[in-house]
């Protein structure tokens, strides 16, 4: 079984509309949207859900009033004044780092376990997809992104499929992190900006320290010329596939707007041919 994971440097650069237009295009597959603090993917796959399950990480905590003797340790011990001078925890300012259930000497203090997000299994046009979405300023994305990764990966042993593709997370942080740790290559889709070659140097760094296959695409690549030449002698300096150019195209958002990907809108047209190219570049550099 390959695991592709879809990833950029930073947000905004068509990472999803291609991972979309690879599902349309690939056969024997499972989708797994791993960007769970952002999760977009599901808006252009339509997915019907048919397990869904609560996330739960961290906890908060909790001062029972009725036992609390105001010795004042817990508050002395936080280190992110989140106990108000009433007792009580401010939700937002607690961090769930535990020292004030730890060390109060009454046990007046609980730490329930938080339900932040919840994870999916859903059938799509194009296949299963595994997705979740993590609540509002939650934490532990890269613990959700590592659970859905296994669970797609359990999910695709069940059926025999034999690959995942997987939108990954922007960045270089810890989802990003979790999120190609294993996987058989990472596509890096960078856009022709100076921060754009900026970003896609250091999601490149990331994977070589992981000893993932980087491959790499530059879209809207007619936009700057030059930096897209730049982008392609960095790649290839630093021995990673270049998969080839995309142009700049109206078409992804008025596919995106109707809810399809490129193929199902203008299957025709010059920029699915090209992308159609680079899912073929994909498949033949993994195999």
């Known amino acids: 079984m390959k695991e592709l994971v879809v990833i950029s440097g930073k947000g905004g650069t068509g990472k999803t509309s291609l991972t979309a237009a ?3 295009l690939s056969e024997n597959k499972i ?9 977009d993917l599901h808006l252009l796959m339509k997915p019907d859900v048919g397990i869904k399950t609560d996330f739960t990480g961290g906890g908060i905590a ?30 937002i300012d ?11 000497p009454e046990k007046a203090i609980a730490f329930p376990i938080q339900i932040c997000g919840e994870w999916y299994i859903s059938e799509t046009r194009f296949g299963p ?33 034999d690959l995942i593709i997987t939108d990954g997370p922007p960045g ?24 754009g070659l900026h970003d896609m140097e250091r999601v490149a760094r990331l994977a070589a320290h992981f000893k993932v296959p980087a491959m790499v695409c530059v879209n809207k690549y ?20 270049v998969l080839g150019r995309i142009p700049f195209d109206p078409i992804f958002t008025e596919a995106m707007i109707q809810g399809k990907t ?17 899912w073929n570049n994909v498949i033949s550099t993994i195999q």
């Open 31 to 39: 989708l797994c949207d791993a960007d769970v603090d952002a999760a």
């Open 129 to 161: 997809m595994v997705h979740a979405r993590l609540g509002i300023a939650e934490e532990n994305s890269g613990k959700l992104v590592t659970l859905i990764r296994n669970e797609t990966k359990k999910l695709a042993e069940q059926r025999d499929l």
């Open 262 to 278: 490129i193929h199902e809108y203008k299957k025709e047209s010059e920029t699915s041919r090209i992308v159609a190219g680079i």
């Open 22 to 24: 690879f599902a349309a």
């Open 222 to 241: 007619d936009l700057n010329p030059g930096q897209a030449d730049a982008i392609e002698k960095v790649a290839e300096d630093q021995k990673m596939v």
């Open 62 to 91: 909790q001062i029972d009033l009725s036992k609390c003797i105001e010795c004042g340790l817990c508050r002395d011990l936080c280190r992110f004044d989140a106990i108000r001078e009433n007792y009580v925890v401010d939700h």
């Open 172 to 195: 270089i942080g810890c989802p990003v992190i979790a999120s190609i740790g294993g996987a058989s290559a990472v596509l890096i889709v960078a856009e022709p900006t100076v921060s």
């Open 94 to 104: 607690c961090e769930g780092c535990g020292v004030c259930v730890d060390f109060c």
